[in-house]
Each structure stands twice: as C-alpha cells, then as structure tokens.
T-cell receptor, first 114, second 115 residues
Framework: DSGVTQTPKHLITATGQRVTLRCSPR?????VYWYQQSLDQGLQFLIQYYNGEERAKGNILERFSAQQFPDLHSELNLSSLELGDSALYFC?????????????FGSGTQLSVL | DQQVKQNSPSLSVQEGRISILNCDYT??????FLWYKKYPAEGPTFLISISSIKDKNEDGRFTVFLNKSAKHLSLHIVPSQPGDSAVYFCAASDHSGGSNYKLTFGKGTLLTVNP
C-alpha cells in the first residue's frame, strides 16, 4: 500500500460529460502529480501541484483542470469528454518538489468514455 | 516525440536466470533515471534510481547501468524470480527547469519470469 488513495477506481461515462477524479496523497506529502496512461502508451505527465499551487504542467488538455485543496487532496476535472480520453489516470505524491524524489502512486482510476 | 524509449514490449526469462531490461533516451538534459515496477491493478512502485554522475547502482538483486555516451540504461535482475513478473517502466528527469518537476516515462516492458 503506497498510502496514496484514488477514488473512484472505475468510472464509466458518456461523451460530452464531465467527471472528477479524487486523490489523497500520503500523509505529510506536499506534492501531487497526475499522470495519464492510455492504451499502448507510457505514463504521460499531466500536471503537478505543490502545497496548493500549480508547479509544473505537462501535456494537459484545456478541457482538463486540476486543483489542490488546503488539506492537500487533489482533484482532476475532465470535461467535454471524448472517446480518446478513456485511460488509466494515476495520482502520485512526494514529500517535496525535487526532481530526484521518488513518487508514490495510487492504484489509479480507470475511465471509460462510451 | 518519445524521449524515453523501451523498445522491447515484453521479455520472458526462466526463474534463476538474469533479466535485462533496456531503455534509451534522446534528451541529453536528462540527469536522473529511475525504474518503476507495476503489477496489475496497482500503481507503479519505485524500484531503483541512478544519477548521471554514476554509471552503476546496485540494490540487492537489482542493478542499473547507465551509459551516458550511448544514452542508454539497463536494469539487471539476478536471479530472476516469478514474483518479479510485472511491467517495468524506465523514467528520466532533468534539473534544468529548477524546481519544476517532470518525470518522462517509457511505455514499459512486460517481464514474465517462468518457474
């Protein structure tokens, strides 16, 4: 158990809809990261938050947004969903924000857009 | 443009033998490399890392080798055990962006260790 909790584990929705994925980092970790793993793709970095503030942005679509709340949990909002958004979304956390820190990953949210 | 490449989607080895997983990268700014292991229905877990100032790092049965001139790293598992069967991801980062963090992952290699 990594200590990172993601909910829900599975989500099935229709095109055009909006969903919210939730992540609780390990106790004491200040950084939260979101990754997307599509079929036959590696883990694609989406965005990082550190202590409530956006720290780094990757290949995140404009239809997607995220935030980190004062209690350090994070939410990833996906809107106007398309079939291609179907993927496994991972949240990870680390204590600080250094690039040589190891990340602790949750077990992911499997999103299916029908 | 895939900056971290794991060209072997899968690898099968016998228990007790050596497993060698390979990874190539194109970005010369990468200076820190990590391997993560992923079991089905679980998130990736950190396995081992290496800084670009080293060419080898060892942790028990796991050794990572880095060849900077070839932009190549490899993970050796000796001896391989059935419990090592998992997807292995190679990842790389650079410090040039200051405190900004972006870990670039490969697509992964599925290792199967047969009893």
């Amino acid at each position: 158990d990594s200590g990172v909790t993601q909910t829900p584990k599975h989500l099935i929705t229709a095109t055009g809809q909006r969903v919210t994925l939730r992540c609780s980092p390990r106790s004491g970790d200040l950084s939260v990261y979101w990754y997307q793993q599509s079929l036959d793709q590696g883990l694609q970095f989406l965005i990082q938050y550190y202590n409530g503030e956006e720290r780094a942005k990757g290949n995140i679509l404009e239809r997607f947004s995220a935030q980190q709340f004062p209690d350090l949990h994070s939410e990833l909002n996906l809107s106007s969903l398309e079939l291609g958004d179907s993927a496994l979304y991972f949240c990870a956390s680390s204590a600080q924000s250094y690039s040589n820190e190891k990340l602790f990953f949750g077990s992911g949210t499997q999103l299916s857009v029908l | 443009d895939q900056q971290v490449k794991q060209n072997s989607p899968s690898l099968s080895v016998q228990e007790g033998r050596i497993s060698i997983l390979n990874c190539d990268y194109t970005n010369s700014m990468f200076d820190y490399f990590l391997w993560y292991k992923k079991y089905p229905a679980e998130g990736p877990t950190f396995l081992i890392s290496i800084s670009s100032i080293k060419d080898k790092n060892e942790d028990g049965r796991f050794t990572v080798f880095l060849n900077k001139s070839a932009k190549h790293l490899s993970l050796h598992i000796v001896p391989s055990q059935p419990g090592d069967s998992a997807v292995y991801f190679c990842a790389a980062s650079d410090h040039s962006g200051g405190s900004n963090y972006k870990l670039t992952f490969g697509k992964g290699t599925l290792l199967t260790v047969n009893p």
